[in-house]
């Protein structure tokens, strides 16, 4: 690929000059001056950027609270080519094979990736740049599904008890969240950061992203919104008590949150592994279609 064999050099103030094709690239680290481009460049690809224009809605371009730095890739005339996260969670919107190849370049510095992610072929294509440098393995290769919502909700008998979380049900929800990130990547945040961990929660409840189901302090039900964009909600940390499967419970509490959140955006999204093909068939029965295939890269 012509984009593997871009030349790199040049590095002053987060900046970055790169050729290929005959023409010149520029990388450089964004501010928040920056804010309404990155957003507008980020809208044309809605469902496979909502994460990183949800982490700019909620803190801005530059923020500890992102855990990693944007940057664009510009051309010649100064026009956006890509806009990339680079830190504990690398993503990138390219526009071309060569921008994706800088930002790969780019990211070898970062000592702190935790995962790589996106849409799979541009994944394999940033891995191709990345990963011959470095001289690394991955440490886990996830295939993963994007799937989406667009309505309409099919009709399912409410479910009272769902409800945002509070700080109340703090425990429960890291419990959960802990186990399922242990589960997915092989590595418990409570035994890595746990502080870090629960300040990142306990924040997430108190935007209201989080949505429970507790009985008897049994935690029926849970989802996360991850991100919030006027485009798209971005959804994980989905879970069904094990003893309370299999009743309809999950297909009534994801309904009726998809019908909440069809209301103030265009389309509910989330990832599923590949593996996972009862998941996938409980997202299907509850109005989901698949859309993409995805990969995560663990480091």
């Not at 799937?147 to 008998?157: D, M, Y």
């Not at 990832?271 to 890269?297: C, P, W």
Request: glycine share 8%; net charge positive; proline share 2%.
């Amino acid at each position: 690929m012509q984009s593997s064999q871009a030349r790199v050099s040049g590095r002053a103030s987060g900046t970055q000059a790169t050729r290929g094709e005959g023409r010149s690239l520029t990388v450089v680290k964004l501010a928040d001056e920056h804010r309404q481009e990155i957003l507008s460049f980020l809208a044309v690809r809605p469902l496979h950027t909502v994460f990183m224009a949800g982490l700019i809605r909620d803190n801005g371009v530059v923020s500890p609270l992102n855990r990693g730095t944007f940057y664009a890739c510009r051309d010649r005339d100064g026009r956006l080519e890509g806009v990339a996260l680079i830190g504990h969670a690398t993503l990138v919107d390219a526009r071309s094979e060569r921008a994706n190849a800088a930002f790969a370049h780019l990211a070898q510095s970062c000592s702190h990736a935790h995962l790589i992610r996106g849409v799979q072929r541009e994944v394999l294509e940033f891995w191709n740049s990345y990963a011959p440098l470095r001289g690394i393995e991955p440490r886990r290769v996830c295939r993963e599904l994007l799937f989406e919502h667009r309505g309409p909700v099919k009709s399912c008998a409410a479910v009272r008890g769902l409800r945002q979380a509070t700080l109340n049900d703090l425990s429960l929800v890291m419990t959960i969240n802990a186990g399922l990130a242990a589960e997915e990547c092989g590595i418990n945040p409570l035994g890595r950061d746990a502080l870090g961990f629960r300040q990142r929660t306990a924040r997430r409840i108190e935007q209201g992203r989080v949505w429970v189901w507790v009985e008897n302090d049994q935690l029926i039900f849970k989802a996360d919104i991850v991100a919030d964009t006027p485009a798209a909600f971005y959804l994980e940390g989905i879970y069904v008590h094990s003893q309370q499967r299999r009743k309809g419970y999950g297909l009534r509490c994801m309904t009726q949150l998809c019908r909440i959140l069809l209301a103030r955006a265009e389309a509910v999204c989330l990832i599923v592994n590949e593996e996972q093909k009862g998941a996938q068939a409980f997202y299907r029965k509850a109005g989901y279609r698949q859309l993409s295939d995805y990969d995560t890269i663990y480091l």
